[in-house]
C-alpha cells in the first residue's frame, strides 16, 4: 500500500471498526509520539538506544540506508541513544522519507516550515484503538477509571516516568548494577570515597561490563569512578593536573569561556549572542566586571552566588571550591531566559590586567582558575582590541594555560570597524605575529575578524568595504558556536581521553621517582635530587615508555607542585595499574563508542 492510499497511519486495514483519521482529531501529535516512546523505549529509562530503536523503527519499512540517515540526522549530538524529542524529530522524518523516499537535512530543514503528517508505521493497530480508547475516556465526565498517574498502555505497559540516578544520602552518585523492579537496568559504578586506596585498585583491575550503559556518557562514568579516579586519588592527580571529575562534571551542558583583556568587548559580545542582558550585566570603557560570571539558562532572572553554586551536586561547580573564599567572593551565576542558553553555558571573566600591582592585589590565583575553566570549556574565545594588541605578562600566563587545549582556541579580533583598511592589514598581521610568540607554534589558532556589538551597527565611514567581510566571519563564528551542542558528546570523549592519557604519564612519572627512592636513609637528599634533575627523569620516562614528548608536563610547574609532596608516600607502580589504564585506552572507551554508534552503520 503507497502512502496516501489511506489514512491510517499504522498501516493496518480500514475495517470500519474505527476511524482511521481519528488519531489526529482525538490524540495531539506529542500525545502520539509520546505513547510511541514508551512503547518503544523497553527498559524504560527515557532513553531509546540502538538495538530498540532498530526494532521500532523496522515498522516503517523503509530501507536500512534511509533509517541510518535518520538515526544520524535525529542523534546529531551523538548521544548514542533518542531522547522523546529526538524520537518525535526522527518521526518526522520517518514520514518524510516515505513520502519523499529519501532524507536529508536539506529535505528536512524544508519539509519541516510545514506540518508534518505522522508516519505510517506497522503493527500498532491495537497500541491505536486503547490509546483512543482512554483518551475517550478521561474525556468523559461519568468514567469513574483509574487516576491519569496510573494510567497503563496496551499490553500492560505502563505510562512510567523517567527513572533518574538512585542517590545515596551518604554519597554523591551511588550506582548499582542489574535490573531493577520495572526491568530497567542501572550503571555498575559506586562512589570509592569510603574505601580504602587498596580496595580501590582492587576494583580498577577488574574488568567492566557496559551493558548496563544507557549511553555514552553514563559509560564514561562507569569507566572513570571504576578504573580511572582510584589511581587519580592514590597518585594525587587532581593537584597536578586538575581537580577530580564528578558526576555533574559528566553530565555538565557545553560551555563556551571568553578571556581577554579589559575593554576588548567580553561582556558587549555575550550581550550580542543572547540578543539581551543578562542579571547584573555591565558594561563601560573601564575594567567593569571584576568577577567571573557563569551564565545559565533558567525560567527566572536571579545571581547566584559563588558559594552557593559549589554546594549544589547537579551544578559543574563544585572543584572551584579548592580556590576559597577569595574567589568564591567574586564568582556567581547569572540566569535568564534565553534559548542559547538552553543548549550552552556562557562564562565572562574578569579583564586580564597589565599592572604587576592590581595583579598581586587579587585574593586568588586568577591563572590558575582560568586554567580550571579552559579544561572543562568546549570553546575558548579570545578577544583582542585593534587598540589593545599587546599581550601584557598575565595574559601570556593565561595563553600558556591553555597548553593542551589548542583545539578549542579560537582568537577574535573585536571593533574591527573602528579602524580603515590599511590599518586593519597591519594590525591583523601583527595579531598573528604575537599570537606565534606566544602560542610557540608555527600553526596559529583561527582568527575571526569582525565587530561583535548588539547596540550598535557595523561603521562603514572607516572601511566601507569592511562590512561584507565582518559579516560573512560573525556568521562563520556564530555557526560554530551553534555547531558546539552537536559535537558536544564527541568532546566530552576527546576530553575524557586526554585526561587519561595525561593521568597516565603522570602515574608513570611518579611510579619512576619512587623507584629510584631509598627505602631507609638519606630520603630528603635523593627527592631534592630527583627535582633538581626532574627534566632529565622526564627524558628517562620518555624512553622507556615511547611516549611522546609533548605529552609530557611542563617540569618547572611540576616541580613546584612535587616539593609539597613526600615521594615516599605515592604507591609503587605495578602493572596491574598500568594495564587498567591501557585497557580503558585501547578497550573500554572504543568499544563504549562502537557500543552507541550508529545502529543501522
Request: glycine content about 6%.
Amino acid at each position: 500500500m503507497q502512502r496516501g492510499e489511506s489514512g491510517n497511519p499504522f498501516g493496518g486495514d480500514d475495517d470500519g471498526q474505527l476511524d482511521p483519521r481519528g488519531y489526529s482529531v482525538t490524540l495531539d501529535r506529542d500525545t502520539l509520539y509520546s505513547s510511541w516512546f514508551q512503547l518503544a523505549d523497553t527498559d524504560h529509562d527515557n532513553k531509546l538506544t540502538g538495538p530498540d530503536a532498530v526494532k521500532f523503527f523496522e515498522r516503517s519499512q523503509l530501507p536500512r540506508p534511509i533509517l541510518a540517515k535518520v538515526w544520524a540526522l535525529a542523534d546529531n549530538a551523538r548521544k548514542g541513544y533518542l531522547d522523546p524529542s529526538t524520537f518525535a524529530k526522527a518521526m518526522d522524518m520517518i514520514s518524510i522519507a516515505q513520502s519523499t523516499g529519501d532524507i536529508s537535512a536539506d529535505i528536512y530543514r524544508q519539509k519541516s516550515a510545514k506540518p508534518i503528517e505522522t508516519p505510517q508505521l506497522s503493527g500498532l493497530e491495537k497500541h491505536h484503538q486503547k490509546l483512543l480508547a482512554q483518551a475517550q475516556a478521561e474525556q468523559n465526565p461519568f468514567t469513574n477509571g483509574a487516576s491519569s498517574s496510573a494510567r497503563t498502555l496496551p499490553d500492560g505497559d505502563p505510562l512510567v516516568q523517567p527513572r533518574g540516578i538512585n542517590r545515596s544520602p551518604s554519597s554523591s552518585y551511588t550506582y548499582k548494577g542489574g535490573a531493577n523492579q520495572s526491568g530497567g537496568h542501572q550503571s555498575s559504578f559506586v562512589s570509592p570515597g569510603k574505601q580504602t586506596a587498596k580496595e580501590a585498585m582492587r576494583r580498577a583491575r577488574k574488568p567492566l561490563s557496559m551493558k548496563h550503559c544507557t549511553s555514552i556518557i553514563d559509560g564514561l562514568k562507569t569507566i572513570y569512578f571504576n578504573k580511572i579516579k582510584p589511581l587519580e586519588e592514590a597518585y594525587k592527580f587532581g593537584s597536578f593536573f586538575s581537580s577530580l571529575l564528578t558526576e555533574s562534571d559528566f553530565e555538565a551542558k557545553p560551555s563556551v569561556l571568553l578571556l581577554g583583556q579589559y575593554s576588548t568587548g567580553k561582556t558587549t559580545f555575550i550581550k550580542h549572542l543572547l540578543g539581551r542582558d543578562y542579571p547584573g550585566i555591565h558594561i563601560g570603557p573601564e575594567p567593569t566586571t571584576d568577577r567571573f560570571v557563569v551564565v545559565t539558562h533558567a525560567l527566572e532572572e536571579r545571581r547566584t552566588p559563588g558559594n552557593t553554586l559549589i554546594v549544589q551536586p547537579d551544578q559543574p561547580w563544585q572543584g572551584l571550591a579548592q580556590y576559597g573564599n577569595g574567589f568564591l567572593a567574586k564568582f556567581e551565576a547569572a540566569s535568564c531566559a534565553n534559548k542559547l542558553l538552553e543548549e550552552v553555558t556562557l562564562v565572562d571573566t574578569p579583564g586580564v590586567l597589565s599592572g604587576e600591582k592590581q595583579r598581586i592585589e587579587r585574593t586568588y590565583n586568577f591563572i590558575d582558575v582560568c586554567g580550571w575553566f579552559a579544561a572543562r570549556c568546549d570553546l575558548i574565545l579570545l578577544l583582542f582590541d585593534p587598540h589593545k594588541l599587546d599581550i601584557s605578562d598575565e595574559f601570556k600566563q593565561v595563553i600558556s594555560t591553555l597548553r593542551g587545549h589548542d583545539d578549542k582556541v579560537r582568537v577574535v579580533l573585536n571593533k574591527a570597524d573602528q579602524v580603515d583598511q590599511q590599518q586593519l592589514m597591519r594590525v591583523y598581521g601583527a595579531l598573528m605575529w604575537s599570537l606565534g610568540k606566544v602560542f610557540k607554534s608555527p600553526e596559529v589558532c583561527k582568527v575571526y575578524i569582525g565587530s561583535f556589538n548588539a547596540d550598535k551597527p557595523i561603521r562603514t565611514d572607516m572601511n566601507p568595504s569592511g562590512e561584507e567581510l565582518f559579516n560573512k566571519e560573525q556568521a562563520d563564528l556564530l555557526q560554530d558556536l551553534f555547531e558546539i551542542p552537536q559535537r558536544s558528546c564527541d568532546r566530552k570523549v576527546n576530553e575524557f581521553v586526554k585526561r587519561v592519557r595525561a593521568a597516565k604519564i603522570h602515574i608513570l612519572i611518579m611510579g619512576h621517582l619512587r623507584k629510584k627512592m631509598p627505602a631507609m636513609m638519606g630520603k630528603a637528599k635523593a627527592q631534592e635530587k630527583l627535582l633538581a634533575n626532574l627534566q632529565t627523569e622526564f627524558g628517562m620516562v620518555q624512553r622507556e615508555y615511547h611516549l611522546p614528548a609533548g605529552d609530557f608536563p611542563d617540569v618547572v610547574r611540576y616541580r613546584e607542585i612535587l616539593q609539597a609532596y613526600d615521594i615516599t608516600q605515592f604507591p609503587k607502580l605495578k602493572d596491574s595499574m598500568l594495564k587498567a589504564i591501557e585497557d580503558s585506552l585501547s578497550v573500554d572507551i572504543p568499544s563504549l563508542v562502537r557500543q552507541f554508534d550508529n545502529p543501522y552503520a
